[in-house]
């Protein structure tokens, strides 16, 4: 029961690593998009809703959205105890294969 424990412990490790990761990620597009959103009108003659001003934004945002995908959307769909499971599973599929 205890090496049960243990795995379930570093999943959840992995898991919070993944979350803080696309938080992180999340942060420097805010920061870094309105950098580049204020520059980009400053130095521009061409006003605020100017295709440049955007294209960063977009593109990385569809690269964000992927991220964030591949760290919420997987719990929500298979469910939290999927996980559990699938874990029991292995770990019985391990111990069966081991040659004693």
Known sequence: ???LDEIKYQEAVKRVKRIKGFYS???VYVVINIILLIVNTQN???GFFHWKNFATALFWGIGL???GFSVFVPTMILGKNWEDKKIKELMEKEKNNKWE
């Open 1 to 3: 029961m205890e090496n």
């Open 25 to 27: 990620h999340a942060a």
């Open 44 to 46: 521009s003659s061409e």
């Open 65 to 67: 959205a992927a991220h």
